[in-house]
């Protein structure tokens, strides 16, 4: 084969990924991105360097590579340009084609398979979220060390194999299938190699145990586990998504919903029963993509209530195994037919599952631009009014969700960015995801702030952030002048009318208490709604916990421990459903101690920010 051939052989595949995810490669950050981009912002020397990278986080999940050391690295370097952190993902995926690709050259000797898997797998709608969405780059990077690892086992380099493999735990807990994969190689193809990768499920059986006792294992909510009859329909409907992307493209709409499923199950039919087939001729290719497919999907199939496509991201390699041995022997046949054939189910799987990806790679990009367009805006509020409160309307569902739910405006020193009242009635509603309360602001708040020049209120219209504040003052209802905040600033002098005994002159933007103190909230709308403290105390006054004792209306509603562990504090309290819809409450905090500095001469308990409900 001539030197442009090898070239274009080893080129295409990287060419159609690019061609594929031209949109996605582009999004902005959204959604749990800037929790993690967050965490640089926490780290002051080495010890909370490797706090960050190895202490459990979202779900008990321990992944310091994908999740960790990727963020806090590139946030340091690059800010919020989202470019250099796609650029990592881009490369990571081209490296992974070139190994697909080497690994089914190596098993199959055919080119024409080594080609097409590598294309199907950048087709298949699994890989759509986690090359477009940052937050997902650990199925990128799990792929990268599971194919590494296994293309240095087909090729003898067993010690290698072990350090990727260990390594692999790094970027995701799905690494834990590697043992099964390369055992299913063995049995297949190497059967004199079974014995020495046996000693690799101990290595995963060590980390299962270290993950088991890390992890939450919610009994309800979208990460409960149902280990019942439902796993085997959830199986037959990943296969499903996989093969025919689980919903018709946009083309097909004239077609009924569930014309997928028939293709589905058409495609599952040819696969099945070519399997088979070169199996009885010695073909062991499809027989390995299924094992890989099953293998790979099973550690989330008890996740029922949370089916999601990007999970296929791996089991789809599988996939694209069956469709390069099935080119392969339609190819070698020499029969038009059989490769017309061919064409055709590779037709009917393309149909579907490209049309898909790039559906989902476009929604990615345009959601990401909504984002960027409200963060840069916030961000370029707080600069113009650095002491300010900020509000905003015009915040959507989708937008909301896609970014503001997650607070990016942290990133840049801004506590809160508030909604304005009846703004959040806008919003649905998700339980399962988070509480929306905490981000709507009160009337009362919002005329107290806004009536005396210490808000600035924004309107998001369209891509653009627009000052509304002196209309929206024009506006404000004279009533509200007179209500309650349901959260009160303490360390503000628009809130000084709200606090009762107990408080020191203020420290903008903070209030220092002494033994006790008294503050006077709005009660909460609805029975479900929490107290809600944030505060400070030095770490030099904290050589022993203090405890904090909470009273609302001379009725207990719990305590809080502050530490030098935990010296900015945010807790919430539970409150009688018999306060809901009262004008106002008192709500008492006392201490279980204070400090006197020499340097100050007062009785300290601890500082303050906010308080209210949520």
């Not at 991105?33 to 360097?49: C, E, K, M, S, V």
């Not at 063995?186 to 059986?205: E, G, H, P």
């Not at 709500?587 to 209210?612: C, H, N, Q, W």
Request: a positive charge; one cysteine or more; charged letters at 15%.
């Amino acid at each position: 084969m001539s030197r442009l051939k090898t070239g274009l052989f080893w080129a295409l595949p990287t060419l159609f990924f690019v061609w594929v995810y031209w949109y996605g490669l582009r999004a902005w950050f959204q959604q749990d991105d800037f929790a993690w981009l967050a965490q640089r912002n926490g780290i002051h020397n080495w010890h909370d360097f490797f706090e960050s990278l190895f202490v459990p986080r979202a779900q008990g999940t321990i992944r310091p590579w994908s999740e960790r050391l990727f963020f806090i690295v590139f946030f340091d370097r690059f800010g919020l340009d989202h470019r250099p952190y796609h650029l990592l993902v881009a490369f990571t995926q081209i490296a992974n084609l070139f190994l697909l690709q080497s690994i089914t050259l190596r098993l199959s000797g055919s080119r024409i398979a080594a080609l097409v898997a590598p294309v199907i797998w950048v087709a298949n709608v699994g890989l759509a979220t986690p090359v477009s969405w940052l937050s997902s780059y650990n199925e990128v990077l799990c792929a990268f060390f599971l194919l590494l690892a296994f293309w240095l086992l087909i090729r003898g380099h067993f010690v290698w194999q072990v350090v990727v493999f260990v390594l692999g735990f790094g970027a995701l807990e799905l690494n834990i299938i590697y043992p099964a994969l390369a055992a299913a190689w063995c049995l297949l193809y190497q059967r004199d190699r079974l014995k020495r990768t046996m000693w690799l499920f101990s290595v995963s059986a060590l980390y299962a145990l270290i993950h088991f006792k890390v992890a939450s294992n919610p009994k309800v909510g979208v990460y409960a586990q149902h280990w019942d009859l439902a796993i085997f329909d959830t199986y037959i409907r990943y296969w499903g998504t996989a093969l025919a992307a689980g919903v018709n493209p946009a083309r097909f709409h004239r077609l009924p919903e569930s014309f997928w499923t028939v293709n589905a199950w058409l495609l599952a039919a040819i696969l099945t029963v070519f399997g088979i087939w070169v199996w009885r001729r010695g073909e062991k290719l499809p027989a390995l993509g299924f094992l890989w497919f099953s293998v790979s999907i099973a550690p989330v199939l008890s996740l029922r209530d949370h089916f999601t496509d990007y999970y296929l991201a791996i089991p789809s390699i599988g996939l694209a195994l069956i469709f390069g041995s099935l080119a392969h022997a339609a190819w070698r046949s020499n029969r038009w037919l059989w490769r017309l054939g061919a064409v055709g189910v590779l037709g009917a799987h393309l149909a579907f599952a490209l049309p898909i990806n790039r559906q989902i790679t476009m929604w990615r990009y345009e959601r990401g631009h909504r984002v960027r367009a409200l963060v840069e805006g916030l961000e370029r509020a707080h600069q113009l009014h650095p002491d300010k409160v900020l509000f905003v309307q015009g915040v959507d569902s989708d937008l909301f969700w896609s970014g503001y739910y997650d607070q990016p405006y942290h990133l840049f020193g801004v506590s809160d960015v508030y909604i304005l009242p009846g703004g959040i009635q806008l919003i649905e509603a998700h339980p399962e995801l988070g509480d929306l309360t905490q981000f709507a602001a009160s009337p009362g708040f919002t005329a107290r702030v806004v009536s005396k020049g210490h808000g600035a209120v924004y309107s998001y219209e369209g891509t653009v952030l627009r000052n509304i504040t002196r209309r929206y003052a024009r506006q404000i209802p004279p009533a509200w002048l007179n209500l309650r905040p349901k959260e009160v600033n303490v360390g503000l002098p628009d809130f000084q009318g709200d606090l009762g005994e107990g408080w020191y002159p203020s420290d903008f933007p903070w209030r220092w208490m002494g033994k006790w103190a008294e503050v006077r909230v709005a009660g909460p709308e609805r029975a479900s709604e929490k107290l809600y403290i944030a505060g400070y105390c030095p770490k030099e006054y904290l050589k022993a916990p203090l405890v904090l004792r909470l009273k609302v209306d001379g009725i207990p509603v719990g305590e809080a421990t502050v530490t030098s562990a935990n010296d900015s504090f945010e807790y919430t309290f539970e409150l009688p459903a018999a306060l809901a819809g009262k004008p106002e409450m008192v709500v008492r905090i006392e201490a279980s101690r204070t400090v006197k500095p020499p340097e100050d001469g007062r009785e300290l308990g601890v500082v303050f920010g906010r308080i209210g409900t949520r």
